[in-house]
């Protein structure tokens, strides 16, 4: 009955879209996305593997998966994972799949939602690849050292990641893609407050990064906690 009910919403959705103006659009599927309950969480895992379902669509999935997650409080009958998991499989490029990077941007939000959960900072290390990869989207790798300078729980961690991506791009150097990532991992690190981050951030402002980068790099050293 779930299920069926689920489809119905789902389906209603995409065939009354096509007959409303864009923003009254959106404000429709928002209403009925929201109305989906911790619950129906497999069902919107099973359609975001499904390659006939739009990116649209899964965007917003993954937007309510991560929504979903402040229920877990009081739902100990649901792992985290049952959430986080089918978030982390949309993560992977497909580079037949127009903007498939903003599918990503809004997995490292979604799965930012579970900095504060239990057992949520096993999605650090995927979040992580994506700030170290330098082949991955500039706005994707921008909003992954967003996502993991918000798992204040698991401060150490996330403060290791941070600083590693930040050492790859010292070593590269300022370029026309890294400046604003490079400037978004220092601001991650800077509010996580860790001195293991001392050492790197004292590089920033002897590199050749620009003014405004390490600027940056000088407001998260003063933000260490000693």
């Not at 999935?61 to 409080?73: A, C, N, P, T, W």
């Not at 504060?116 to 050292?145: C, F, K, M, W, Y």
């Not at 893609?177 to 920033?204: D, Y």
Request: overall charge positive; proline content about 5%.
């Amino acid at each position: 009955m779930k299920d069926l009910l689920f489809m119905r919403m789902f389906l209603l959705a995409i065939f009354f879209g096509a007959f409303i103006p864009v923003g009254a659009q959106a404000i429709q599927t928002a209403q009925i996305w929201n109305r989906i309950p911790i619950d129906g969480a497999s069902k919107i895992a099973e359609m975001l593997s499904d390659p006939t379902v739009g990116l649209e669509e899964k965007v917003e999935g993954v937007y309510r998966l991560g929504e979903l997650s402040r229920d877990l409080v009081n739902r100990k009958d649901i792992p985290a994972s049952s959430l986080y998991n089918p978030i982390l499989g949309v993560m992977v490029p497909q580079n037949n799949v127009k903007d498939h990077h903003v599918l990503r941007m809004a997995a490292c939000n979604a799965l930012s939602r579970f900095s504060t959960i239990p057992g949520g900072d096993q999605v650090l290390p995927s979040i992580g690849r994506l700030v170290q990869n330098l082949d991955e989207h500039e706005e994707v790798r921008l909003e992954a050292a967003r996502a993991v300078g918000k798992f204040y729980n698991s401060g150490a961690a996330a403060a290791e990641i941070l600083i590693s991506a930040l050492r790859k791009e010292l070593e590269r150097g300022p370029v026309a893609n890294n400046v604003s990532v490079t400037t978004a991992i220092i601001q991650a690190i800077g509010g996580l407050r860790e001195k293991n981050a001392f050492p790197v951030l004292m590089s920033v402002i002897k590199s050749n990064f620009p003014t405004g980068t390490k600027r940056e790099a000088q407001k998260s050293l003063e933000n260490i906690k000693w």
